[in-house]
């Protein structure tokens, strides 16, 4: 009698556990508490390879990289009740365990196939592109069905059927991120195409299946070098991410309007790059991204936005982290960087010495965003530029800019 009680109890005891697993079988893989941008580690993977789960086909590098970020983004969008920040918290984790269990709850794959298929159906019929090319200040509801779209996919435009830069900047970043793509900000029929493609996947286009470059200039434009690298990046017809200063902006203003036509991506890095003045307090620093805004609104239009940026010095550390969140909460997103040519270890470095480092920082990552300086003094940043770039192409790697 003894050993039938004790019997059913360990059945109980296994009857329990196995339902507890069965239900949160994801639970266990799912990081717990914030993972920071550019944190590495098994965390980071484990959130990576959920993502991968959900569809999202990005690297298992455990690297929370700008494509993890994306994903993560994308992932958000999808759910009202989450912040679209693109980093992992608690919140964003309970959303996706709730949707992980939801789909290994369905039983048969042919099953789930077919259901999503009939869940597509009226989602596709409810989206209306034009299908033809939309003409810059065109005002028509065909713009408006564009716009529609476009902030769907997380572009921030106002839906007035008006075709002005606002909307030509949301077609542009699109295009930037789809190689197959003509970068003119002109909606055509490729460019529907693609949009539409975006939407049935429900993610961010960048989904580059190899390994991806971000080359990153950092502390400029200026008069001598900028002009220099634009030309070399056309050669290789590669975008890239200027992390411009308010001050020097203001100075080169053709110079600063040139990297925008041409399709880079601008990001704020402060308006004076003083750090005893920037990190004494949270009000300096928000005050000046705000005076380079205003900057770069003077010089590239009202409609012009960025919520790129990039902290002077980099943004780790703890006593920055009132920063971090007081930029996070302003609607801006923070791009450190996990490889460099060195350029600003020393006042001149060598030609030889910035290809070694780059070498040595980037080895063995799928991602890069690569810090460099196109400011006063970094000629051997010039110089050396084709090499770096011939190098990460032999390599493997795709180039984009980051997203503005
Ligand atoms: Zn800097």
Partial sequence: MKTKF????????????????????????????????????????????????????????????????????????????LKNDGLYGPSTRAVMEKTLSDISKKPHKSEEASHDKEKDKPKAEAIRLPGRTLKYLEKSSDVKDLQIVLRKLGYKLSLDGSYGPGTRSAVLNFQKRHSNLKNNGIYDINTRTALLESLKNGLPSDTAKGKIAYLTFDDGPSKTNTPKILKILDDYNIKATFFVLGSMAEKQPSILKTIHEKGHSIGNHSYSHRYDYLYSKVNNFLGELDKTDRVLKNILGKDFNTTLLRFPGGSSGNNKANFRKAAMDKGYRNYDWNALNGDSEAAHVSSKKLIARLKETARGQKELVVLMHDTYGKETTVETLPQIIEYLKAQGYEFRALNE
């Fill in 6 to 81: 004790r019997f059913s109890i360990l059945l109980l005891a296994f009857f329990l556990v196995f339902s507890y697993t069965g239900s949160t079988v994801y639970a266990a893989r799912l990081p717990g508490g914030n993972l920071s941008y550019m944190q590495r580690g098994s965390s980071v993977k484990e959130l990576q390879s959920a993502l991968n789960k959900l569809g999202y086909k990005i690297s298992a590098d455990g690297i929370y990289g700008p494509g993890t970020r994306s994903a993560v983004l994308a992932f958000q969008k999808k759910h009202s009740s």
